[in-house]
T-cell receptor
Framework: EDKVVQSPLSLVVHEGDTVTLNCSYE??????LLWYKQEKKAPTFLFML??SGIEKKSGRLSSILDKKELFSILNITATQTGDSAVYLC?????????????WGAGTKLIIKP | KAGVTQTPRYLIKTRGQQVTLSCSPI?????VSWYQQTPGQGLQFLFE???????NKGNFPGRFSGRQFSNSRSEMNVSTLELGDSALYLC??????????????FGPGTRLTVT
């Protein structure tokens, strides 16, 4: 069965700390892995990773994919209270001639001032 | 460019009733996906529509149905509501087609409460 597992499920750190969130997957016909940030309402897109070993970076956030070991990590450096959110990982895989996203349960990140 | 819009934003219904939710995707996006999100279950995929056809379907009972119109707007219907249907219903749009762009852009959601 195709699945996406995120860890940890929740994490509490202090402002300024660096955090690493994990997303591992077992899917057939992998296409891409996506990271989203969800605060109070709708998830917002962060990164899409398709190739192994190529880091995507946006400000203090960065992410990398390992297609051999079937996982991705999302790093946040110098965390701020505004980084508090649920971080969702999704994997796009081919289904017949289409694709489908499989979502992880998310990591709830709380940044304490 | 305007984002994904969903109406209504909040709904309160009683058990046994039916409800219709609406989603307007980003202009130019032809794929619309629907999700149910609850605290215990996370983001659960309902179905995806592309060019007025249901392309993918999750594991939800037949009480959940949808459709897409020629302008890519989509509606989701839930009949014979149950208490367990209380959730945030999110709609997401993407380009779809052969663009191989898997990024989905989410609307603000409709919060449905069933009493």
């Amino acid at each position: 069965e195709d699945k996406v597992v995120q860890s940890p499920l929740s994490l509490v750190v202090h402002e300024g700390d660096t955090v690493t969130l994990n997303c591992s997957y077992e899917v057939t016909n992998f296409r891409s892995l996506l990271w989203y940030k969800q605060e109070k309402k709708a998830p917002t897109f962060l990164f899409m990773l398709t190739s192994s070993g190529i880091e995507k970076k946006s400000g203090r956030l960065s992410s990398i994919l390992d297609k051999k070991e079937l996982f991705s990590i999302l790093n946040i450096t110098a965390t701020q209270t505004g980084d508090s959110a649920v971080y969702l990982c999704a994997v796009a895989h081919s289904l017949d001639s289409n694709y489908q996203l499989i979502w992880g349960a998310g990591t709830k990140l709380i940044i304490k001032p | 460019k305007a984002g994904v819009t969903q109406t209504p934003r909040y709904l309160i219904k009683t058990r046994g009733q039916q409800v219709t939710l609406s989603c307007s995707p980003i202009s130019g996006h032809r794929s619309v996906s629907w999700y149910q999100q609850t605290p215990g279950q996370g983001l659960q995929f309902l179905f995806e529509y592309f060019s007025e056809t249901q392309r993918n379907k999750g594991n939800f009972p037949g009480r959940f149905s949808g459709r897409q119109f020629s302008n890519s707007r989509s509606e989701m219907n839930v009949s014979t509501l149950e208490l367990g249907d209380s959730a945030l219903y999110l709609c997401a749009s993407s380009l779809g087609g052969t663009s191989r762009t898997y990024e989905q852009y989410f609307g603000p959601g409709t919060r449905l409460t069933v009493t």
